[in-house]
Nanobody
Framework: QVQLVESGGGLVQAGGSLRLSCAAS????????MAWFRQAPGKEREFVAA????????NYADSVKGRFTISRDNAKNTMYLQMNSLQPEDTAVYYC???????????????WGQGTQVTVSS
């Protein structure tokens, strides 16, 4: 089993930055693809970014491309999401997830964190 815990969310003004972390425990996730998803009130959970097992490949939703950067440190069993130029439409609960295969699809992921709230004020 893999347990995932997100941190780093909060309230920030438009144009600001936040860095989310996702710490894994229970099993090393060094062989897993990992991803960030988000869910705004009244909306479905959506893909934000994903990274392959060794960090050599990453993919982003068009809405965050050029503003967000996903990374991972397998020695620390931790994944990150650096979010710059935040906008009110980025307001959501952000979830990290892990899966043995790289994917952009919510349904593919086996392990999920509890989420961290990101609120961007205008």
């Amino acid at each position: 089993q893999v347990q995932l815990v997100e941190s780093g969310g909060g309230l920030v003004q438009a144009g600001g930055s936040l860095r989310l972390s996702c710490a894994a425990s229970g099993r090393t996730v060094g062989n897993y693809a990992m991803a960030w998803f988000r869910q705004a009130p009244g909306k479905e959970r959506e893909f934000v970014a994903a990274i392959n097992w060794n960090g050599g490949y990453a993919n982003y939703a068009d809405s965050v491309k050029g503003r967000f950067t996903i990374s991972r440190d397998n020695a620390k069993n931790t994944m990150y999401l650096q979010m710059n130029s935040l906008q009110p439409e980025d307001t959501a609960v952000y979830y990290c997830a892990a899966h043995q295969m790289y994917s952009r699809r919510v349904s593919e992921y086996d392990y999920w964190g509890q989420g961290t709230q990101v609120t961007v004020s205008s």
